[in-house]
């Protein structure tokens, strides 16, 4: 069974400034993916990024970035230059296995809040 | 934005009634989806579908049935509603590959009374 934790239930951080959004996964499976969203209050789900677990390099995406440790099975999601926008829920998601159609497992998602 | 639209997006209905939910992409994708949102849980899958005709349960598919006679179109209905299924009713779809994420609807925001 796959798993995703967030441990952040909320984080504030200043404008301008970098955040880390913490995301821990467990799978027995060595090919997976996984994925970060974004929903703002307005409640439609954003995709952000994507990293694979094969992948050599973190994944990047304008200000988005993905630490990926895969020996500690974390892929925290950096947000830098935080802007009043980027106020909303994150969440990790990941596919496992092989079948390119899999379903996600999301977690419970993290509550940023960008003060100005 | 992928072209997904679902209907309608309220609804407040009394527990006992039949309800269906229905989930419309442009997107010509093999792969679609029924999430439910609830504080404290996230996402959580209800059906897929990886064809027509071909659906699978996800994780809460008690008292939730699907169908998906068009690639287009996947309908998920509560045969009879009950109070612990209020929630938001996201859909979503997807392209062939284990890259590809999914691509989700606005959400329905269904009040069963």
């Known amino acids: 069974a796959q798993k995703i934790t967030q441990t952040q239930p909320g984080m504030f951080v200043q404008e301008k400034e970098a955040v880390t959004l913490d995301c821990t996964y467990d799978t027995s499976d060595p090919s997976y993916g996984l994925f970060w969203y974004k929903q703002p209050s307005s409640g439609e789900m954003i995709f952000l990024i994507y990293q694979g677990s094969y992948d050599q390099q973190n994944a990047t995406e304008g200000r988005y970035s993905l630490n990926f440790q895969k020996a500690r099975k974390s892929a925290n999601l950096v947000i830098s230059a935080s802007q009043l926008g980027d106020s909303a829920m994150y969440f990790c998601a990941m596919r496992a296995g092989e079948t390119s159609g899999s379903r996600l497992t999301f977690g419970e998602g993290t509550q940023l809040t960008v003060n100005p | 934005d992928a072209g997904i639209t679902q209907s309608p997006r309220h609804k407040v209905t009394e527990t006992g009634t039949p309800v269906t939910l229905r989930c419309h992409q442009t997107?010509?994708?093999?792969?679609m989806y029924w999430y439910r949102q609830d504080p404290g849980h996230g996402l959580r899958l209800i059906h897929y579908s990886y064809g027509v005709k071909d659906t699978d349960k996800g994780e809460v598919s008690d008292g939730y049935s699907v169908s998906r006679s068009k690639t287009e179109d996947f309908l998920l209905t509560l045969e009879s509603a009950t109070s612990s299924q209020t929630s938001v009713y996201f859909c979503?779809?997807?392209?062939?590959?284990?890259?590809?994420?999914?691509?989700f609807g606005d959400g329905t925001r269904l009040s069963i009374l």
């Open positions: 979503a779809i997807s392209a062939w590959g284990r890259e590809q994420p999914q691509h």
């Open positions: 997107e010509n994708h093999r792969y």
